[in-house]
């Protein structure tokens, strides 16, 4: 079965602030994850990935932690802006695997 | 604009009748995924190919579903005797090379799927 989940279905967050969207999985034997963002009416998005050799991943406003001994990957967006607004998915490889297994989103939402 | 093109992007059938959708990926990518998204969901995986190759089909490719890669350029997904438990979003991605770091999958913007 799927192993990717979300503990989150909604976040909704300040313009300017940061976001947090977290993501847990059950597969210790993904080597590889990724977050996708996903806009209404698009197919998703990379946004960034993280190998499991890494614990922290830092891309253009948005930062990927890794935590392995809990299973427990998080997206951080700094000063979120409206067009953040969109549902994020944490997506894993499974070691040797060949497929991407999505997670069920988390849907982040900007107030003003 | 990923370069993934899916067509169409919108499809209403009766129910019982079958339908085809198509999927044209990225030139040179020799990898084409097949995904199923159903609303409030993530993306589950259908099939993969390599080239003309289907090489994995996940359990919930039930016996109605076929899906082809002739030339292993372009795809196509055929639904046979459509049910309306088939209604969902159809995205096609494609990559080159394995999925990993620095080889990203490129997902088209789907064919929305509406069984009535």
């Known amino acids: 079965g799927e192993s990717v989940g979300l503990h989150l279905p909604t976040l909704s967050v300040q313009e300017g602030d940061n976001s947090i969207i977290n993501c847990a999985y059950s597969n210790s034997a993904s080597d590889y994850f990724i977050w996708y963002k996903q806009e209404s009416g698009k197919g998703p998005q990379f946004i960034i990935d993280?190998?499991?050799?890494?614990d922290k991943r830092q891309g253009q406003r948005v930062t990927v932690l890794l935590n392995k001994t809990v299973k427990h990957l998080s997206l951080q967006i700094a000063a979120t802006q409206p067009g953040d607004s969109a549902v994020y998915f944490c997506?894993?490889?499974?070691?040797?695997?060949?497929?991407?297994?999505f997670g069920k989103g988390t849907r982040l939402h900007i107030l003003p | 604009d990923t370069g993934v093109s899916q067509d169409p992007r919108h499809k209403i059938t009766k129910r019982g009748q079958n339908v085809t959708f198509r999927c044209d990926p990225i030139s040179e990518h020799n990898r084409l995924y097949w995904y199923r998204q159903t609303l409030g969901q993530g993306p589950e995986f259908l099939t993969y190919?390599?080239?003309?190759?289907?090489?994995?089909k996940s359990r919930l490719l039930s016996d109605r579903f076929s899906a082809e890669r002739p030339k292993g350029s372009f795809s196509t997904l055929e639904i046979q005797r459509t049910e309306q438990g088939d209604s969902a979003m159809y995205l096609c991605a494609s990559s080159l090379g394995r999925v990993s770091h620095g080889v990203k999958a490129f997902f088209g913007q789907g064919t929305r799927l509406t069984v009535v």
């Open positions: 190919f390599q080239n003309e190759a289907q090489l994995e």
């Open positions: 993280i190998r499991s050799n890494m």
């Open positions: 997506a894993e490889r499974v070691n040797r695997d060949d497929k991407i297994i």
